[in-house]
Nanobody, 114 residues
Framework: QVQLVESGGGLVQPGGSLRLSCAAS????????MGWYRQAPGKQRELVAR???????NYVDSVKGRFTISRDNAKNTVYLQMNSLKPEDTAVYYC????????WGQGTQVTVSL
């Protein structure tokens, strides 16, 4: 059974930082391309950052220079370090694993507010 379990979300003030983690089980993690998506109320889900099995990364323009995606294949975990958070980063953040099939986590809420 495949599971992606996100953690690390919460409430943070503008300018603050959070680190999201996504622990995977039931898949051969190292061959999967991993991504973080987010969905704000009333908006479509969007790709935030992606890291390939070859460690190439890409980011949506709005988070470049503030967010960093990384992976630890030994721990079957992908991370999203989020710095200089803004209110517009408020959303539910989802972990995604893609190879032949695609899998999703249940999401973790990130709220950036005073």
């Amino acid at each position: 059974q495949v599971q992606l379990v996100e953690s690390g979300g919460g409430l943070v003030q503008p300018g603050g930082s959070l680190r999201l983690s996504c622990a995977a089980s039931g898949i051969f993690f190292s061959i999967y391309n991993m991504g973080w998506y987010r969905q704000a109320p009333g908006k479509q889900r969007e790709l935030v950052a992606r890291i390939t099995r070859g460690y190439s990364t890409n980011y949506v323009d709005s988070v470049k220079g503030r967010f960093t995606i990384s992976r630890d294949n030994a721990k079957n975990t992908v991370y999203l370090q989020m710095n200089s958070l803004k209110p517009e980063d408020t959303a539910v953040y989802y972990c995604n694993a893609v190879d032949q099939y695609a899998y999703w986590g249940q999401g973790t809420q990130v709220t950036v507010s005073l």
